[in-house]
């Protein structure tokens, strides 16, 4: 077996003998794109070649935020082969441009006003907020008493196409345009990331072809159908959105010359996650401007759903600075987290190299990834983002987790206290209230980030859990 160069942000490292270890670093590219193997064993946190240890503390809010090349602590990179550095170069370069050029930001403006429906509500939460106050008088939670903090909804859910994957979808499809790409490649799970961006596509002229695992495409019908009325080409791959990620990159790799790869999550080779992650984070921006309106202050705690990440660093990234707002992610516990049918990631995962971007991920002992399992079809990855992996390592957000049970019920209880069908996805984070408000004060300010609407799930939901009276 031959040794592979691995280069982080354009840096060649030493050559890795992959004799030596027994293992060989998978990269993104046509060759070896289903290979994954860790690293962790490869380079120990104390000992070898730095793969960006953790730098030291000066200001908090700047070292929070990464050294502005896409690495976080050790995790990010572009983990490559040579034939994609240049193209990510010019990605990174048009990106920087785009962040203060002001026709694309006017563009952009326009575009999430007028076509996302921006800005979304922030919305009280009256009904259920009142259940976790019923529930702490009659059960004693929370001391017995009568107060519980006030719960506020983030409305992605009503952005154009039902989640707050358009936000992202309609900013890279315009870097697209501008970098002569007439055609665009995409991998999707639930399907959202797939609708997000074949309708900005349609929107934009550009020729869309949407990657799925066959799997996901049964569980998301609804979803693949309206791909298809946006004028997008659905590409079945055998297996799941880790399988279809994988063949979208290959594809990628194979047209590069007029083909935009147009990431849906924080994750992939730099500059991929940071531009989602800057792409996404007018939701903590809106929410700051929101919560300053309605109460006058910050929000004390924020919770999101994690299936890679792009949806709770949208909400967080504002807010990773100040230590005195609480960052709480949610994984997916599945069947359980003994069962190993889950997708934490976070919670049992380890640090490796996957999808050209090194981070927390599913792996057994030999470094194989680990398939992923959750009744949220967009949690399921068998890794986070890099930033995602960092805001853990340095103890700035909390993880815990939801089973697919769990979610079923919140999801019920959301649609029935406020008339609102989250998707399986956000349910994860509505679950943990149950957890998380009767330890919280009176009149605590807690947002949950409503990433995406239920109706694409409802199969899944009459399937699998939902009580046959409500059929
Ligand atoms: C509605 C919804 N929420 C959350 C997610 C999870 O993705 P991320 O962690 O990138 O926000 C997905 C993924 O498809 C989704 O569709």
Redesign the pocket.
């Known amino acids: 077996m031959s040794s592979t160069k691995i280069q982080v942000q354009g840096q060649p490292l030493p050559r890795v003998s992959s004799r030596n270890h027994s293992m060989r670093i998978s990269v993104v590219c046509a060759a070896s794109i289903k290979r994954h193997h860790r690293v962790s064993s490869v380079y120990s946190r104390e000992s070898g070649p730095s793969l960006g240890s953790v730098p030291k503390r000066t200001d908090e809010s700047t070292f929070l935020r990464g050294d502005g090349n896409g690495r976080f602590g050790r995790f990010g990179g572009k983990f490559v082969p040579e034939t994609l550095m240049s193209r990510l170069r010019d990605l990174e370069d048009e990106f920087n441009f785009v962040l203060s050029d002001h026709e694309f930001q006017e563009e952009l403006t326009t575009a999430l006003r007028d076509y996302v429906g921006r800005e979304t509500p922030l919305c009280f939460a009256g009904r259920l907020t009142e259940h976790y106050k019923n529930l702490a008088r009659t059960t004693g939670g929370g001391g017995g008493r009568s107060g519980g903090p006030e719960i506020f909804l983030k409305r ?2 009503l952005s154009h196409g ?4 358009i936000n992202n979808a309609i900013a890279q499809a315009m870097i697209a345009r501008r970098l002569d790409c007439s055609r665009v490649v995409a991998a ?6 797939g609708v997000a961006t074949a309708a900005a596509c349609a929107k934009l002229s550009l020729e869309c072809t949407v990657f799925m695992g066959t799997i996901d495409m049964e569980k998301q019908s609804y979803n693949v159908q309206s791909m298809k009325l946006l004028g997008a080409q659905v590409k079945s791959v055998e297996g799941t ?1 880790q399988d279809a990620s994988s063949e979208a990159i290959r594809n990628w790799v194979e047209h590069l010359g007029i083909t935009y790869y147009l990431s ?4 992939g080779p730099h500059p991929c996650p940071v531009m ?1 992650r800057e792409f ?1 984070s007018v939701i903590g921006k809106e929410t700051r401007r929101q919560a300053s309106q309605l109460w006058g202050g910050k929000p004390d705690v924020l919770v ?11 909400l967080f990234h504002e807010f990773v600075g100040e230590e005195d707002v609480r960052l709480v992610g949610i994984e997916a516990a599945g069947l359980g987290l003994d069962s190993g049918k889950h997708s934490a990631t976070l919670a049992v995962g380890d640090i490796g190299v996957y999808h050209g971007t090194m981070s927390y991920l599913l792996q057994d002992d030999q470094g194989q990834i680990l398939r992923p399992q959750s009744i ?4 399921e ?1 068998p890794g ?2 890099p930033e ?1 992996s960092f805001l853990k390592e340095t103890g700035r957000a909390e993880f815990y987790t939801a089973t697919d049970q769990e979610a079923i019920q919140a999801c019920m209880l959301l649609s029935k206290l406020e008339g609102i069908i ?5 349910s994860h984070a509505l679950a943990f209230l149950d957890e998380l408000v009767p330890t919280l004060r009176d009149g605590a300010k807690v947002v949950v ?1 409503c ?3 239920g109706d ?1 799930d409802l199969d899944t939901l009459i399937h699998r859990g939902i009580p046959s009276s409500l059929c």
């Open positions: 992605e859910d039902g989640s707050h994957k999707t799970g639930s399907g959202q990331h959105f849906g999550t924080v994750v989602v996404q999101a759903c994690v299936g890679s990440g792009s949806n709770a660093l949208g949220g079809v967009g949690l990855y986070v983002g995602i989250p998707a399986l996805e956000t980030n990433s995406g609407r694409k």
